[in-house]
């Protein structure tokens, strides 16, 4: 199966693009199509740079949704997820499956958690805006204009707000609304925000743990009883400041919050070696870093416009009745 997966990125790339791509390029089975208005020249066959502006997104846009699409903010491209497979049709005639992903991540090997199989059953595989599978058809493209969401698509692309449209309270909404055959993959590291250590928000966290990138594979190495480890799909690390500099990508990487490093093959970690890279459980600092994110969240609510709060409030009561 032809698999594209679609990236919007407006200005400079970040120093950790090329890990990113690296680990991209493991991925044959899939094309990388990046729409940016700062193209580069990829070395590998399946990362293609499409030259693209915010106003050439505007216009594509306004053209295919036939509606007037004025994006003003890059982070607004988020809530158009769910249209890309209209708004770049031309781009994925070849394919069976569009999907759109994050650069701050790192991919293992994704044929090993979604495979044929699954491609051939499913018509939509994630939920998480950070990798999500579309089957390229007419009912899977048009999905986002049907009825479920919180919000109705017009008035999310009409707005200069973000609505997380690609997730929760938007298509994720719409996909239970109309039965659509759908599967969530769990076999990712969703890094925690509100914490310096590398730790999951959708998997178990030990004392001592970090994350392994072995040319190909992301592993969570960990203590536990032992030294044991857990591959997983993708590592995604929220925007955490990856410092990349003299990492050889070929060999493997120990990734951590207090460094990023290469490692010797079969390396016998011991509990201050995994300290040294992303340091370990501390109940006291852990309390803090949680109450600092939340004062950090309750101040960013509380500047926003009241259109913002709007719509937070809404998302928030429809999440708990949800649930």
């Known amino acids: 199966m032809k698999i594209a997966m679609i990236v919007c990125w407006e200005g400079n790339l970040p120093d950790y693009f090329k890990l990113w791509e690296y680990s991209c390029s493991k991925n044959a089975e899939y094309d990388f199509l990046i729409f940016t208005d700062h193209p580069q020249k990829s070395q590998y066959k399946n990362i293609k740079f499409i030259k693209f502006s915010r106003g050439d997104f505007n216009n594509v846009a306004s053209k295919k949704l036939k509606m007037n699409i004025n994006v003003k903010r890059p982070y607004k491209l988020c809530d158009f997820r769910p249209a890309y497979g209209i708004i770049f049709e031309d781009y994925l005639k070849k394919y069976d499956f569009w999907g759109h992903c994050d650069i701050d991540q790192i991919f293992g090997n994704i044929k090993k958690f979604i495979t044929n199989e699954m491609l051939k059953k499913y018509d939509k595989i994630n939920k998480n805006g950070h990798f999500v599978l579309y089957k390229n058809t007419y009912k899977m493209n048009e999905l986002f204009t049907k009825d479920g969401g919180l919000f109705n698509y017009s008035e999310v692309f009409n707005s200069d707000e973000n609505y997380a449209f690609d997730e929760y309270?938007?298509?994720?909404?719409?996909?239970k609304k109309q039965?659509?055959?759908?599967?969530?993959?769990?076999?990712?590291?969703?890094?925690d925000k509100g914490s310096k250590r590398y730790i999951?928000?959708?998997?178990?966290?030990?004392?001592?743990?970090?994350?392994?990138?072995d040319n190909g594979r992301v592993l969570k190495v960990y203590?536990?009883?032992?030294?044991?480890?857990?591959?997983?799909?993708?590592?995604?690390?929220?925007?955490?400041?990856l410092k990349i500099n003299n990492i050889r990508f070929e060999k493997s990487i120990a990734i951590g919050y207090k460094k990023c490093c290469n490692i010797e093959e079969n390396n016998n970690f011991t509990k201050e070696m995994i300290k040294s890279i992303n340091g370990s459980k501390n109940n006291f600092m852990d309390f803090f870093e949680k109450i600092y994110y939340y004062i950090c969240k309750v101040k960013e609510f509380f500047l926003s416009s009241r259109e913002r709060k709007k719509i937070w409030l809404k998302q928030k009561k429809s999440l708990e009745e949800y649930k």
């Not at 309270?169 to 996909?175: C, F, K, L, P, R």
């Not at 039965?179 to 890094?191: G, P, Q």
């Not at 998997?203 to 001592?208: E, F, G, I, S």
């Open 179 to 191: 039965n659509v055959n759908c599967i969530y993959i769990n076999d990712f590291a969703d890094i």
């Open 200 to 213: 999951c928000k959708n998997h178990p966290n030990y004392r001592y743990q970090f994350y392994e990138y």
């Open 223 to 241: 203590y536990d009883n032992g030294l044991k480890n857990q591959e997983m799909m993708y590592l995604h690390f929220q925007k955490k400041k």
């Open 169 to 175: 309270t938007g298509i994720n909404m719409i996909v």
